[in-house]
């Protein structure tokens, strides 16, 4: 196990105490998704890597080169993991299985969201933040897995598609 502390120092928002690392990994966070959600939205490169998202097959056709989409997708998406990687090992410490929870909320948020939807994942991330922090705080800490497992259960009872999600009627 190998960690560091890096700017765990308290700083008072609204008469709360956050660790100021905590809130660095806050702003990163709204700083990262916001900058992709307008990058793939409001560009002709975006454009271009959701045409090729939803029909690959299809995007040639109007002058796209899948390959190079494919190029600058995975390129993104390396790189939006190294910096959740640099931000949580702010606070958090390094394990071998450490991956392993990340991924499965991953897995949840997208679900949740509405698969293809990254409105929907940025919501639905904040909401399972949210609702952990309820539970951790004011429940009980060792909850929190089985509250994000509840709660993706009732939303997918409720809206089969996800918050987001076309449903195919």
Do not use: C, H
């Amino acid at each position: 196990y190998t960690s560091y502390s890096y700017l765990n120092i308290g700083v008072s928002v609204f008469g709360a105490t956050i660790a100021a690392n905590r809130l660095i990994a806050f702003a990163l966070a709204i700083v990262l998704g916001s900058g992709l959600y307008l990058l793939l939205t409001r560009t002709l490169w975006g454009t271009a890597l959701r045409a090729v998202a939803v029909s690959p097959t299809s995007a040639p056709l109007v002058g796209i080169d899948v390959e190079r989409a494919a190029r600058t997708a995975f390129a993104i998406g390396g790189a939006l993991a190294a910096a959740g990687g640099v931000v949580i090992s702010m606070y958090q410490t390094f394990t071998a299985t450490a991956g392993v929870v990340f991924t499965m909320k991953a897995l949840i948020v997208i679900i949740m969201g509405g698969v293809g939807n990254i409105l929907g994942a940025l919501f639905s991330g904040l909401l399972l933040g949210l609702v952990e922090t309820f539970v951790a705080t004011y429940v009980d800490p060792g909850l929190t897995l089985a509250a994000t497992y509840l709660i993706f259960l009732a939303i997918l009872l409720w809206r089969p598609a996800g918050l987001f999600g076309r449903s195919a009627r």
